[in-house]
């Protein structure tokens, strides 16, 4: 029971240092202590990597917690042989214990766990022959024996894995035909000698120097990696917060400035070309924020606005509305409108205004555009054109010499920023894999139709605070196309840090392939649920898309993946969802642009994962 697991953790903790783990003893439930999950009222995941943790692990501790499923004690100093008692965790599907210090044989004990999907004792000091036991452990996926003293020849497993690695072991013979599959680095460092084997060592030695765990030039690898790892922080939109407290302020500011110029002119104040007037025709209509029928009115004139015009008269003025059969409101409309700052971004300030009852929309207020009319009217012009189910409309827009407006619906639901990072634990229900994949999908949708329109048209700020959502969580891609309306000195340099793909230089000159880059990080965003904008760098000088990076390739589930949801999906066939997702996130964030998959394919991807994780459930 819980008892028993809790006090086999105590025992554990007791026997092994861990002098950074900061259990809380009096807690009757260990199921919140750092690296503790359970499930059904019992501990099914110790993931300790990384913690300090060193000498033998006794027998009697893991006989008790015999409801695990993920053990990582991976990148610690334990030494000795593994406890046989692992034996009695019948239900391990999960054991990461590269990076120590182990030794002796691998213990017939773990052939008994016929569950293991994956097994990674790499980079141990463990010796002997590679047993047949493997043979047992049909379920296996990833088997990584590197790095340690194995000796004796490889028998043929008869095992379906997808990633499997014994180099740098004393091993000899010939590599059997099913594990032909895997390159020369699976073997390299041995005298394993197979046909398809372009690089064979002969050396039969252990190199003096392992061979690194991730795969990025440059990454803090190796005995870096055995530093503690500390949790990328999360966080709330910072923005919103500033905007809340200066939000009065600006608004009075905005009503000031867009009245500026409204002089006698007022009865036109609006493109009468592009607009028709409808008095006040909403009433009984529901409020459609999100369709793109959303509409909108003219509301009566104000005395008070008409002041604030012919106070600041002067120079052109039009609410330029996109789309032929809109029904529209006007600029008095939204200027009357009561209104709340949204929040600040690279391009300005972006508030909520509310027309009336049912009608909102959102304003963008531009600064540092300093682009003439003519060219900037062409370029929101494309920018208005994009029409897909998602990505945000952009209705209407305002230009005068120095202010510029963008009107687009408002996304009642926020941003995926929003949702995953902010609120946390206030009661707000997990977000389950199904919403974060349809919301990917819906997303990746919206970019690729982007870049369907043109090889050289990209969004420039892919993010997560740029991904709105509907009231059904429908995701629709925000912000597209106004990378290149601002200029040069307000794309601040934080702007989409932990986003951008390292071969920007300058934000403004933007690609498809980085659009990916930054589609990836957010893909990592909605899997680890860490803010890649609050966490640029981590203790071991990774953003998260390096982070990942160097976790990933050795712990497809393990340290990655969100706890909330590690603890609400319990079905199989959801991890292998999300660890097809994972990988997809992974290339996507690869350090050469070539390297990244096109959006087209991305979008495929997303499908066909979502797909045979529902072929799977039935
Ligand atoms: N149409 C909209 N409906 C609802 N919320 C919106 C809308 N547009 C923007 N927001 C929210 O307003 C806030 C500010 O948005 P804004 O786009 O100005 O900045 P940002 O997305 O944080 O950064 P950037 O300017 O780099 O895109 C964000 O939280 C964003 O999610």
Known sequence: DLAADKSAL???????????????????????????LCDGGRVTALRLPGETLSGHIPEGIFGNLTQLRTLSLRLNGLTGSLPLDLGSCSDLRRLYLQGNRFSGEIPEVLFSLSNLVRLNLAENEF???????FKNLTRLKTLYLENNKLSGSLLDLDLSLD???????????????????????????TSLCGKPLVVCSNEGTVPSQPISVGNIPGTVEGSEEKKKRKKLSGGAI?????????????????????FRKKGNERTRAIDLATIKHHEVEIPG???????PENRSYVNEYSPSAVKAVEVNSSGMKKLVFFGNATKVFDLEDLLRASAEVLGKGTFGTAYKAV???VTLVAVKRLKDVTMADREFKEKIEVVGAMDHENLVPLRAYYYSGDEKLLVYDFMPMGSLSALLHGNKGAGRPPLNWEVRSGIALGAARGLDYLHSQDPLSSHGNVKSSNILLTNSHDARVSDFGLAQLVSASSTTPNRA????????????RVSQKADVYSFGVVLLELLTGKAPSNSVMNEEGMDLARWV??????????????????????????????????QLGIDCTEQHPDKRPVMVEVVRRIQELRQSGADRVG
């Open 163 to 189: 990633q499997f690695n014994v180099s740098n072991n004393l091993l000899n013979g010939s590599i059997p035909k099913s594990l032909q599959k895997f390159d020369s680095d699976s073997f390299v460092g």
């Open 10 to 36: 105590l025992s554990f903790r007791s026997a092994v240092g861990g002098r950074t783990l900061l259990w809380d003893v009096k807690q009757t439930s260990p199921c919140n202590w750092t690296g503790v």
């Open 285 to 291: 209509e529901k409020a459609a924020v999100e369709a």
């Open 549 to 582: 990076h160097s976790v990933a390739r050795e712990e497809w589930r393990n340290e990655v993946f969100d706890s909330e949801l590690m603890s609400i999906e319990t079905v199989v066939s959801v991890e292998e969802e999300m660890a097809e997702m994972l």
């Open 497 to 508: 840090t932990g986003y951008r793909a390292p071969e920007v230089t300058d934000p403004r």
């Open 355 to 357: 027309l009336d009852a």
């Open 127 to 133: 010796s002997g022959e590679i047993s047949s036991g």
């Open 238 to 258: 910072a923005g919103i917060v500033i905007g809340c407290v200066v939000g009065l302020s600006l608004i009075v500011m905005i009503l000031m400035v867009l």
